[in-house]
């Protein structure tokens, strides 16, 4: 591989030629997870695979949720009956908490992730040190065969074991680093304190939690550019970092959604909502994939010059399910009511005590209101959720843009 700006040509291919490319190819993968993943088959039924050509085609099929992978696969051990190969025919079987069992095919970098780690500047000759788990996850594999498909030497060094971490950066001369970015800043303090050097790092790929703007200006002050990914072990590589440092990328095997929480209903441009994904991996055909993490699109394309589209990053968690009075409500109901109702355009349930009683008030975002209007919701409340509501009319666009559909206020200390 030459040492360009660019992993290959696809990162820099016309938006309206991505778009062409996926959704050619997404019809062949419908029909893949239809026939060959027997919990799709059921999901999927009924469905015409050489209709879905589209992001509108696509949105109007059903949302498959993380959080059902547990009890998918307590029923269909090991993967739920959604992957389209046996267990015996992986390479790898890993486990998450949860647990969630996820395969790995026997193919070259599976996860997608040397894309990310080209993007941040990793290349053939680099000795990257590696302090992601190794151990019943599947973190430290997936940053370790991504290394390798670059050609760079890796050193398995794992979690734990500050000190002698830090000792072995020093002596291999490690020239890049994998792993969260808590843990590389826990070694550049360790290494103040030893007073040794860890100036051979120049690069780092961060990811598993919060890139935090002090810890990045440290690692930054250390002399290491630091770039983070968004991945998860279902999916692979969802989004990176680049060197423009604006947003993150979207992979280029893969179509992203913004869906309002609860439903699988695209949102605008900008406005916060529940990332799900469909892959286009032919062993593990996951179609419309809830990730249950909230993120928004980014207007334009990345100064770096890759022009897939990007989302702002991690912005918190989509599944908002709370109990109020010993029933569950969920955002899903919240969706429902919205939905019976034409003249809410939003609408966000807080859920907050009134001494001792908990109390819910459903503030809809909506042009012209009434109480008659008014009581008709609050009856489609009870109705859907089986619990009393008070209803409140704010302006349009009044409500915060953040993903939130269920809005817990109590204080329970």
Same mark, same amino acid.
């Given at each position: 591989?030459?040492?360009?700006?660019?992993?290959?040509?696809?990162?820099?291919?016309?938006?309206?030629?991505?778009?062409?490319?996926?959704?050619?190819?997404?019809?062949?993968?419908?029909?893949?997870?239809? *026939?060959?993943?027997?919990?799709? @088959?059921?999901?999927?039924?009924?469905?015409?695979?050489?209709?879905?050509?589209?992001?509108?085609?696509? @949105?109007?099929?059903?949302?498959?949720?993380?959080?059902?992978?547990?009890?998918? *696969?307590?029923?269909?051990?090991?993967?739920?009956?959604?992957?389209?190969?046996?267990?015996?025919?992986?390479?790898? %079987?890993?486990?998450?908490?949860?647990? %969630?069992? =996820?395969?790995?095919?026997?193919?070259?970098?599976?996860?997608?992730?040397?894309?990310?780690?080209?993007?941040?500047?990793?290349?053939?000759?680099?000795?990257?040190?590696?302090?992601?788990?190794?151990?019943?996850? #599947?973190?430290?594999? %997936?940053?370790?065969? @991504?290394? *390798?498909?670059?050609?760079?030497?890796?050193? #398995?060094?794992?979690?734990?074991?500050?000190?002698?971490?830090?000792?072995?950066?020093?002596? /291999?001369?490690?020239?890049?680093?994998?792993?969260?970015?808590?843990?590389?800043? +826990?070694?550049?303090?360790?290494?103040?304190?030893?007073?040794?050097?860890?100036?051979?790092?120049?690069?780092?790929?961060?990811?598993?939690?919060?890139?935090?703007?002090? /810890?990045?200006?440290?690692?930054?002050?250390?002399?290491?550019?630091?770039?983070?990914?968004?991945?998860?072990?279902?999916?692979?590589?969802?989004?990176?970092?680049?060197?423009?440092?604006?947003?993150?990328?979207?992979? =280029?095997? /893969?179509?992203?959604?913004?869906?309002?929480?609860?439903?699988?209903?695209?949102? @605008?441009?900008?406005?916060?909502?529940?990332?799900?994904?469909?892959?286009?991996?032919?062993?593990?055909?996951?179609?419309?994939?809830?990730?249950?993490?909230?993120?928004?699109?980014?207007?334009?394309?990345?100064?770096?010059?890759?022009?897939?589209?990007?989302?702002?990053?991690?912005?918190?968690?989509?599944?908002?399910?709370?109990?109020?009075?010993?029933?569950?409500?969920? #955002?899903? *109901?919240?969706?429902?009511? +919205?939905?019976?109702?034409?003249?809410?355009?939003?609408?966000?349930? %807080?859920?907050?005590?009134?001494? /001792?009683?908990?109390?819910?008030?459903?503030?809809?975002?909506?042009?012209?209101?009434?109480?008659?209007?008014?009581?008709?919701?609050?009856?489609?409340?009870?109705?859907?959720?089986?619990?009393?509501?008070?209803?409140?009319?704010?302006?349009?666009?009044?409500?915060?843009?953040?993903?939130?559909?269920?809005?817990?206020?109590?204080?329970?200390?």
């Amino acid at each position: 591989m030459t040492d360009s700006l660019f992993f290959d040509e696809l990162e820099t291919r016309s938006r309206a030629e991505r778009e062409q490319a996926l959704f050619a190819a997404l019809p062949a993968q419908v029909t893949n997870a239809q *026939q060959n993943a027997p919990a799709f @088959a059921d999901i999927l039924n009924g469905v015409d695979a050489s209709a879905i050509t589209s992001r509108e085609a696509l @949105a109007q099929l059903p949302v498959t949720r993380k959080s059902a992978l547990t009890a998918l *696969q307590k029923q269909n051990p090991p993967f739920g009956g959604l992957t389209a190969k046996a267990a015996p025919q992986m390479r790898r %079987i890993f486990s998450s908490p949860g647990p %969630i069992y =996820e395969p790995e095919a026997r193919r070259v970098d599976y996860w997608r992730m040397a894309r990310a780690l080209y993007a941040a500047g990793f290349r053939e000759g680099d000795i990257v040190h590696n302090s992601l788990s190794y151990h019943l996850t #599947p973190g430290g594999w %997936i940053f370790d065969d @991504a290394a *390798q498909a670059l050609g760079c030497a890796v050193f #398995p060094a794992g979690v734990g074991q500050t000190e002698l971490q830090v000792t072995s950066i020093v002596d /291999v001369q490690s020239t890049g680093y994998m792993g969260t970015p808590s843990f590389l800043k +826990i070694m550049l303090d360790k290494a103040a304190d030893m007073q040794v050097s860890l100036s051979s790092l120049k690069k780092a790929f961060v990811s598993g939690e919060a890139l935090l703007p002090a /810890v990045r200006q440290q690692i930054n002050d250390a002399g290491i550019s630091i770039c983070q990914g968004y991945a998860t072990a279902d999916l692979g590589l969802i989004a990176y970092e680049t060197s423009a440092g604006e947003g993150l990328v979207i992979d =280029e095997g /893969v179509i992203v959604e913004i869906v309002r929480p609860g439903t699988g209903d695209p949102v @605008a441009e900008g406005e916060v909502g529940e990332v799900v994904v469909t892959t286009l991996n032919p062993e593990y055909p996951l179609i419309r994939f809830a990730t249950g993490d909230l993120s928004a699109v980014l207007a334009g394309e990345s100064p770096c010059g890759r022009t897939n589209m990007r989302i702002k990053g991690w912005m918190g968690r989509a599944d908002q399910t709370t109990k109020v009075k010993g029933m569950f409500v969920h #955002p899903e *109901q919240i969706a429902e009511v +919205i939905k019976r109702h034409t003249e809410i355009q939003n609408a966000r349930l %807080i859920v907050a005590h009134e001494g /001792v009683n908990d109390i819910m008030t459903l503030r809809c975002e909506v042009a012209n209101s009434d109480d008659s209007l008014a009581d008709t919701i609050k009856n489609t409340v009870r109705e859907v959720c089986k619990l009393r509501s008070d209803v409140e009319f704010v302006t349009p666009k009044s409500l915060p843009n953040d993903g939130k559909v269920i809005d817990d206020v109590r204080k329970f200390d």
